[in-house]
């Protein structure tokens, strides 16, 4: 059932008109790197940021500026990252690599979701806090953010190589 559905998606006409493109194919994929590094670009300043990083700029300015940017990269990451996924889906499918990629992604998605939801988050954005802040749990889940989404990153370079 899966091997059919992923078959029909990648014999779809504008999937087979994206795989003989010479021009749109790279484009794509150029729009895929430019997600990343919007999203990475984003979250990895915030990260550091959380990890001690600048304590003279507010968490909440610095928030404000770069979570729009990440999610904006990682909507864009997505969109591109499909059309890619659709020109070879069973092969892509069949490859352990797409699945620890996918598993890492929405690992890193549900930390950064976990972390803006959670009480701490709310509080270490407050201004005029002590030098103790952010807590260890926020630390943590900004240690944790950089770790997953350098490992998309290699999953990704990686899957370059072998599809």
């Known amino acids: 059932m899966l091997a059919e559905l992923l078959t029909a998606l990648q014999n779809l006409e504008p999937v087979a008109a994206l795989r003989t493109s010479r021009w749109v194919y790279p484009l794509v994929n150029t729009g895929h790197i430019a997600g990343i590094a919007l999203l990475v670009g984003a979250i990895v300043p915030l990260d550091l940021r959380l990890l001690g990083a600048w304590r003279s700029v507010p968490l909440d300015l610095l928030s404000r500026v770069l ?3 990440a999610i904006a990269g990682l909507c864009l ?3 591109t990252g499909f059309m890619m996924f659709a ?3 069973t092969k892509y499918a069949g490859l352990t690599l797409f699945s620890v990629k996918l598993t890492l992604i929405a690992a890193a998605v549900a930390n950064a979701l976990l972390l803006r939801l959670s009480p701490a988050w709310t509080l270490a954005r407050l201004p005029d806090l002590p030098p103790e802040f952010p807590p260890g749990r926020l630390r943590l889940a900004a240690a944790m953010s950089i770790g997953l989404w350098l490992s998309v990153l290699l999953c990704g370079r990686f899957l370059a190589y072998i599809a």
């Open 67 to 69: 979570l729009p940017i």
């Open 77 to 79: 990451a997505a969109a």
């Open 87 to 89: 020109v070879s889906a």
